[in-house]
C-alpha cells in the first residue's frame, strides 16, 4: 500500500519501515525551536529535570520575537532568561530582538529543509511544510523533552489532500485559498489530520504564498501541512544559505497512498477574501463586503511579512495616502526582508502613504504591543488569527485578508476589493 | 477517582479565551490562573474551586501552542477537561503536564453548569450525580497511559532514565 509525504517523513525518523495512521512513535527531531514566550517553560523543565546539557547545539533556534524588544520589563526577564540558557548551552541560533519572526526566519536562514521533522513549541511552526517538511507545533515541555532527547512523541496523522485547479483570479493569492478552505472545512476541518496541498494552482504559486497556506493549516486544525518539494522549492533552497550536516530529503507521495479525504477547488471561484471576526472560517469574498470601516491596517506577521507581501502592499499604495481614519502599522518579517524593503524603495512608498514600519516582531498580531486597539476599533489585518480579544480589547474586532486588500482598505478607509484603487491617484475610490 | 463541579463552556474555546496573551510573561501557573478566562468569563478564577471540572463543546484549547493554557486551569485547581472534542496541541500539552482530559462528546453534552461528576479514570466512567446518567469513555491508549501515569512527559523522561 502506498504511502503520502507525510508518512514516509516520520517513518525515515523512527527507524523506517510502515507506519500507520494512529500509530504512536517516538520521532527523531531534526530542528526544533521556541520563543521567549514558550521557551522560558521549556526552560524551566529543562532545569527542574535536572538536565546538564542539550542533545545538539546547532539543532535548536531560541527566538526572541513575540514581545520584543522588550515591551516591559516581564518581557525583558523572559528575554533575558532565554539569553542566558543560549549563551550557557552554547545554542548556535539565538535569534535575538529584531532578527525576525521565527517562521519567517528559519526558512530564510536554511534551517528547515524538506524532508526534515521539525517540531515547534509554537503552533505556527506547520509553516515549514511549504518547503516539503513534517512540521508541527509543540507544547513548552515537549520543547524541553526534545531538547534533552532530541526525540517527540507524535501519533501519524491520517492525510487530507487539497486539489487546487485553474489559474487564480487578479489579487489572489495563498492567504485566498487557505482563507477559502478554512471557510469551506472550518476550523476543525482538518482536526488531527495532515493537509497535502497541490494541483496546478500550488505548482504554480511563490514560496511566499506557499508559507502563508502552510502557516494557516493549524487554523483549520491540522497537525501540519506539507507541499512536495519541486521546482520552486529548489530555486528558493539554492537562495538560502547551506547548513553544516543538513541535507534534507524529497519525499514525494506515493500515487496509491491513501487519504482520508480527497477535496477539490476550482481557482476561478476564489476571489480575494476576507475572514470576519472572531474565526479564520468565518469568510466573504472582499467584494461582497461595503461600509466595514477600519480604524488600522496591519500588514506583517508570520502569515504575510514577506518581501512579496510587501511589494504588492507597495504597488497598492505607491502614490495614494492612507485615509486620515486609519492608522497603517507595516511589519518586514525578518532583517532580511526589512533591507530589502529599504533597498527596494518599499519602505519610502509605505512612509509616504502615511503608514508606520515597525522592526520585525510579532508585535500587533497577537495583541502584544505595537498596535494595540481600543474598545470598539476594528483592525483589518494579514495575520492569522481574529479571536476575540486576538490585537486588543475584548470588545475590538479583527478582520483578516491579504496584503492587497489590506493595503487598498487603507486607503479607503473601509475593506475593499484592491480592484478599485489606482496607483498613484486616491481619486479612482 | 474525582469528584467535581461542572463549569459548562461551548465549542471552540481557543488558548487566547483561556489565557489571554498578554499575560504570558510568566510561567507561573497561580500567576497564570489569575487571567484564567478573564476576558471570555470575567470572574472565572474566583468561581471556580480546587477540583472542579469543565465540561465544552468541538475543540476545545484552539489555537495557539502555549502551554500557559493548561496550566492555568491547572494553577487553578482544574481537576479534570471533559470536551466532544480536543485541539492537538493542548491535548499533548495537557498530556504532557499531566492534566487530565477526556474526549466524551455523551458527557460533555449531558452536564450542566453546577452538575456534580464523579469521574474514575481507570474504568473510563463518567457519573452525572445530579442527573444519575452514567457515561463511558475510551481510557488512552497504552502508549499515552504511560505518560500520563508517570504524572507528565517529564517524570515518564525521568522514570525511563531511572531503568536504562
Ligand atoms: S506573527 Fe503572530 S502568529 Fe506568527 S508567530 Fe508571531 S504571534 Fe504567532
New binding site residues.
Partial sequence: MGLTITQKILSAHCGGGEIEPGAFIMAEVDFLLA?DITAPLAIKEFEAFGAQKVFDTSRIALVL??FTPARDIESAQQCKLVRDFARKHNIRYLFQEGKG???ALLPEEGLTLPGELIIGA?S?TCTYGAVGAFSTGVGSTDAAFAMIEGKVWLKVPESIKFIYHGELNPWVSGKDLILYTIGDIGVNGAGYCAMELCGEVIEKLSMDSRFTMANMAIEAGAKNCVIEPDTVTAEYLKEVPAVEGRYGLNCKSDVDAVYKQVIEYDAAEIHPQVALPSSPANVKPASELSSINIDQVVIG???NGRIGDLRTAAEILKGNKVHEYVRLIIIPGTEKIYLRALREGLVETFIEAGGIVSPPT?GP??G?HMGILAKGERVLAT???NFVGRMGHPESEVYLCNPAVAAASAIKGEITHPEGIQRGSSLAL | MITGKVHKFGDNINTDDIIPATYLVTTDEKELSKHCFETHSPGFNKKAEKGDVIAAGENFGCG?SREHAPRALKGLGISCVIAKSFARIFCRNAINIGLPIIECPDAADGMDEGNTVEIKFEEGMLYNKRTGDRYRFTPYPEFLHRIISAGGLMKYARRKAKNV
Wanted: glycine share 6%; with cysteine.
Fill in positions: 520563543n520575537d513575540h519572526i521565527e517562521h509554537d505556527h506577521s508570520c502569515t510579532c498580531c497577537l502584544g495575520t492569522n488569527r | 495557539s
